[in-house]
């Protein structure tokens, strides 16, 4: 039995795609990559044209022959199909130019309308993989040589699609904002967040509002906690010089983390419509109960990664990593403690955490149901009788899992957590469409469900700011230094043993 809420792939357009930052690490490593997959199971549209747009002095085949070289490294599918190949690099083509140079965008416009086909010159994706201070000058140009218009004439569509970060506070997320909104309605304007491409991210609201069974359960009734855990086994690496910018809370925590808290708390939408699924998620955030920067400590840890060794292997600290201060406070590691102040979730911490250079790769949710009352076997077991548990886990080992107690067979009376255990692999197959895929694709169509509206930004901005407002001016201590390859400082789990609750670390891949 399968419901198909949709028939097959959409009809797109004809149009084309222009990408400013073409020489950049994003532009190699996903968007052609996920291009290319797209092309290869025939979901773009007839015709596509893409048009890469950066400084360097390049030819289209000299473009081609960087990104077949990427390709080859960062396929999801390897070797890379010539033939496939060879169809899809027909129709890359590369414009030099400074994003500031007024001239560059005459010569952008030019090129999309020697393309001889209309809708190339008119349906037009501006992918914005550049740093955000330099969004207001590309949207600006664009519109001064009418390759973007705030209400094109039907049926032509243009649209900007920009990356995170969305600026570094609220303050200039508002600035930001307002820039793009000058040139750009913000139905013109999809902002991405990979993470709700993910395939698992996506089945959260699929999960909750198309099994009755769980609605029961999901409130302050039945659940006593929530942790949402997103670690990660490498350090900073090359990464040094933005997350010195950047910081965990600003990486991790503004966008992903609460974005993903925001699918499993939220209320259901009266549609499956976009506006109609952000409302809610707009409204879940509002609801997130502030931490004023004087409770910060009560209510927030952070931490860096110190040296270390695991098997034997040394692991450097974040201040002996490229491009990092040698006396740099900036955290690798965050755990918070939120309140959502509504009927729903009134009471129920939700705990929060992320962090680099922890014992492994994982992101998932863990919803810790009540205990049972302490008659019966709890009375006889006390603590170790574990309370019932639902974890989604969103990578890797995709999957869900319930957990809840069992009899242990045999002639004596024992009692022990089981499992039942959904995966993905088992279920579906090996293969899952990389985010980046079903974002662009989504971006093509117009359907801004899995992209962040404005308000969204903002209000995910004032909960951060607050946070780091009551870091202002205080350097780490040397309790908040956890050893690279631990689960972080010791803090964290005082932050959780004073409401009488642990930690559940992810389990690794079995």
Same mark, same amino acid.
């Given at each position: 039995?399968?419901?198909?809420?949709?028939?097959?792939?959409?009809?797109?357009?004809?149009?084309?795609?222009?990408?400013?930052?073409?020489?950049?690490?994003?532009?190699?490593?996903?968007?052609?990559?996920?291009?290319?997959?797209?092309?290869?199971?025939?979901?773009?549209? !007839?015709? *596509?044209?893409?048009? /890469?747009?950066?400084? @360097?002095?390049?030819?289209?085949?000299? $473009?081609? %022959?960087?990104?077949? =070289?990427?390709?080859?490294?960062?396929?999801?599918?390897?070797?890379?199909?010539?033939?496939?190949?060879?169809?899809?690099?027909?129709?890359?083509?590369?414009?030099?130019?400074?994003?500031?140079?007024?001239?560059?965008?005459?010569?952008?416009?030019?090129?999309?309308?020697?393309?001889?086909?209309?809708?190339?010159?008119?349906?037009?994706?501006?992918?914005?993989?550049?740093?955000?201070?330099?969004?207001?000058?590309?949207? !600006?140009? *664009?519109?001064?040589? /009418?390759?973007?218009? @705030?209400?094109?004439?039907?049926?032509? $569509?243009? %649209?900007?699609?920009? =990356?995170?970060?969305?600026?570094?506070?609220?303050?200039?997320?508002?600035?930001?904002?307002?820039?793009?909104?000058?040139?750009?309605?913000?139905?013109?304007?999809?902002?991405?967040?990979?993470?709700?491409?993910?395939?698992?991210?996506?089945?959260?609201?699929?999960?909750?509002?198309?099994?009755?069974?769980?609605?029961?359960?999901?409130?302050?009734?039945?659940?006593?906690?929530?942790?949402?855990?997103?670690?990660?086994?490498?350090?900073?690496?090359?990464? /040094?010089?933005?997350?010195?910018?950047?910081?965990?809370?600003?990486?991790?925590?503004?966008?992903?983390?609460?974005?993903?808290?925001?699918?499993?708390?939220?209320?259901?939408?009266?549609?499956?419509?976009?506006?109609?699924?952000?409302?809610?998620?707009?409204?879940?955030?509002?609801?997130?109960?502030?931490?004023?920067?004087?409770?910060?400590?009560?209510?927030?840890?952070?931490?860096?990664?110190?040296?270390?060794?695991?098997?034997?292997?040394?692991?450097?600290?974040?201040?002996?990593?490229?491009?990092?201060?040698?006396?740099?406070?900036?955290?690798?590691?965050?755990?918070?403690?939120?309140?959502?102040?509504?009927?729903?979730?009134?009471?129920?911490?939700?705990?929060?955490?992320?962090?680099?250079?922890?014992?492994?790769?994982?992101?998932?949710?863990?919803?810790?149901?009540?205990?049972?009352?302490?008659?019966?076997?709890?009375?006889?077991?006390?603590?170790?009788?574990?309370?019932?548990?639902?974890?989604?886990?969103?990578?890797?080992?995709?999957?869900?899992?319930?957990?809840?107690?069992?009899?242990?067979?045999?002639?004596?009376?024992?009692?022990?957590?089981?499992?039942?255990?959904?995966?993905?692999?088992?279920?579906?197959?090996?293969?899952?469409?990389?985010?980046?895929?079903?974002?662009?694709?989504?971006?093509?169509?117009?359907?801004?469900?899995?992209?962040?509206?404005?308000?969204?930004?903002?209000?995910?901005?004032?909960?951060?700011?607050?946070?780091?407002?009551?870091?202002?001016?205080?350097?780490?201590?040397?309790?908040?230094?956890?050893?690279?390859?631990?689960?972080?400082?010791?803090?964290?789990?005082?932050?959780?043993?004073?409401?009488?609750?642990?930690?559940?670390?992810?389990?690794?891949?079995?």
């Amino acid at each position: 039995m399968i419901c198909r809420l949709s028939d097959g792939p959409r009809a797109l357009t004809p149009c084309s795609i222009v990408i400013f930052g073409a020489s950049g690490d994003l532009t190699a490593r996903k968007l052609i990559p996920a291009l290319y997959h797209l092309h290869g199971e025939q979901l773009l549209p !007839e015709p *596509l044209r893409v048009i /890469g747009f950066a400084r @360097r002095e390049k030819t289209d085949e000299s $473009w081609r %022959r960087e990104l077949r =070289e990427a390709l080859e490294q960062f396929s999801r599918t390897r070797p890379v199909d010539a033939g496939q190949w060879g169809t899809f690099a027909s129709n890359l083509h590369y414009c030099r130019g400074d994003l500031t140079e007024a001239a560059a965008y005459q010569r952008l416009a030019r090129q999309l309308e020697g393309f001889g086909e209309a809708a190339l010159g008119r349906n037009i994706l501006f992918y914005l993989a550049v740093s955000p201070s330099q969004f207001g000058a590309v949207v !600006e140009h *664009l519109q001064r040589v /009418g390759l973007l218009e @705030r209400d094109p004439p039907m049926p032509a $569509w243009q %649209r900007v699609v920009v =990356e995170k970060p969305f600026g570094h506070d609220l303050t200039s997320a508002r600035r930001l904002n307002a820039e793009l909104t000058r040139f750009a309605h913000e139905q013109q304007i999809f902002r991405i967040d990979h993470y709700l491409g993910k395939e698992t991210v996506q089945n959260i609201l699929m999960f909750r509002f198309s099994n009755a069974i769980f609605e029961q359960l999901w409130s302050r009734q039945a659940v006593d906690h929530v942790q949402i855990t997103v670690s990660e086994r490498p350090g900073v690496g090359g990464r /040094g010089g933005y997350y010195e910018e950047a910081g965990a809370l600003r990486d991790m925590v503004q966008n992903h983390l609460l974005q993903v808290l925001a699918l499993v708390t939220m209320e259901p939408p009266v549609t499956l419509e976009s506006e109609s699924i952000r409302d809610e998620k707009v409204k879940l955030l509002k609801s997130i109960r502030p931490i004023p920067p004087e409770a910060v400590g009560r209510h927030v840890v952070r931490g860096q990664y110190a040296p270390s060794q695991v098997e034997g292997q040394p692991l450097p600290g974040y201040r002996q990593e490229a491009k990092v201060a040698p006396d740099s406070d900036v955290e690798t590691y965050v755990a918070l403690r939120l309140f959502i102040d509504n009927w729903r979730w009134s009471g129920v911490p939700f705990y929060l955490r992320t962090g680099k250079h922890l014992p492994l790769s994982a992101s998932e949710v863990r919803v810790q149901f009540r205990p049972t009352p302490h008659v019966l076997f709890a009375a006889r077991c006390g603590e170790t009788l574990d309370a019932n548990a639902l974890t989604l886990r969103l990578q890797p080992n995709e999957g869900i899992s319930l957990r809840f107690n069992g009899k242990v067979p045999g002639t004596s009376v024992a009692v022990r957590p089981v499992r039942m255990h959904f995966s993905y692999d088992s279920e579906f197959g090996a293969y899952t469409p990389e985010a980046y895929e079903r974002l662009l694709l989504e971006a093509l169509a117009g359907d801004a469900t899995l992209f962040i509206r404005r308000d969204e930004v903002e209000a995910a901005w004032s909960i951060v700011d607050s946070i780091r407002a009551g870091w202002a001016g205080q350097a780490l201590t040397e309790a908040e230094f956890y050893p690279a390859g631990s689960w972080g400082p010791a803090g964290a789990d005082r932050l959780l043993a004073a409401g009488g609750h642990q930690w559940r670390n992810p389990q690794p891949a079995s």
